[in-house]
């Protein structure tokens, strides 16, 4: 058996290690791509890059480059760039060794900074952007549309007898009320299924649309049926697939991210008012365990399932960055708003207490929330 032929045998009898390899990549592709941002922009402005690394300390491996560490290390839960003079102290170390302050962070404008600490999340944003708009232009989105229409039709059933089929416009439905003959138009879903659940046991009468040519046709709804069946046997909606040209695809990608990125910062919102009020915040919240479970459900759905998954959470990255927590993006460009409204600068140690207290704290929650995922998983959630 070739290498090839024994790592896919691996994938078939243990899907779990799929899960896990597939979930490998989408973090460390979402990684890259953010630190990459904040890589790209130090270089641009001129900061010297002192290690690009993967994953937390301690390290597994490194190599200079350039002046630059890429390093491998060994808590694959994240990555790091570490820009030369983050820390303002380091400037005391600076003098008199003839070093182009230039090249470190804290010597920069607060533009240049900003610029810097938002490449990643602008970064992340794109990925998500660049992925949305593939899946736009190649699988389409289900957007919602003013009527309802046939996905499909249960055998033996009240409405194949009738002889509705597949993609047939259901535009009205006719039925008694007390004796007197009524016709309401329906366009969701539930109109018809409320409609049909009044009426069952009795005869009613539904308006197709069937590529333009219009006609009724009559059946009685079940009072007992089959489970998932439903009293006319056809499942309806109101979403199509609607696939975009490329020329189209990249502006409503914008447009679909803009709005999961808010009501994502609303889902945050509502999560954090839950933590203040000591309450756990149950699934709405999940951590890598639970990213994990989510990614091996995307892979049975196929790969565009997947990235549709990786793109979401990369938009999730960048929006959670963008916070005003201390040791995230965020929280350090919160130092630099706060440093232009002061007119002058934060005590670097201050700045770095705050940090260092802030990561502690992200860690402890990372902990917290993995404890509740497994407890759901436990009680099979």
Known sequence: MTFELWILSLFIFHPMLLTFFVFAIILSVLVFVHELGHFMMARWVGVKVEEFGFGLPPRIWGKKVQGTIYSINWLPI???????GEDESEGEKVKGKGESVKEYFWARSKKERAAILLAGV????????????YLLTAQGVYEQVKYIYVEEVTAHSPAAAAGIVQNDIIKSVTYLEKGVSQTKEVSTPKGLIDITQA?????????????????????VPRKEYPKGEGPMGIAISNLMRKKYPITQAPFEAVKVNLVRGWEMLASIGGVLGKLLQLKSPGADVAGPIG?????GQAVKFGWAAVLEFMSILSLNLAVLNILPIPALDGGRLLFVVIEKILGRKVRPAFEQSTHQIGMIILFILIILISINDVLRLAHGG
Not at 78 to 84: E, H, N, R, S, Y
Not at 123 to 132: C, P, R
Not at 199 to 219: A, C
Not at 291 to 295: D, L, M, R, S, Y
Request: aromatic content about 6%; hydrophobic content about 50%; glycine content about 12%.
């Open 122 to 133: 602008a970064m992340n944003f794109l990925l998500a952007v660049i992925v949305t708009t």
């Open 291 to 295: 990213i994990a479970q989510v990614t």
């Open 199 to 219: 009426h069952k046991g009795e005869q009613v009468t539904l308006t197709i649309d069937r590529k333009g040519r219009v006609f009724g046709v009559n059946l």
């Open 78 to 84: 994240g990555g790091f760039v570490k820009l030369a």
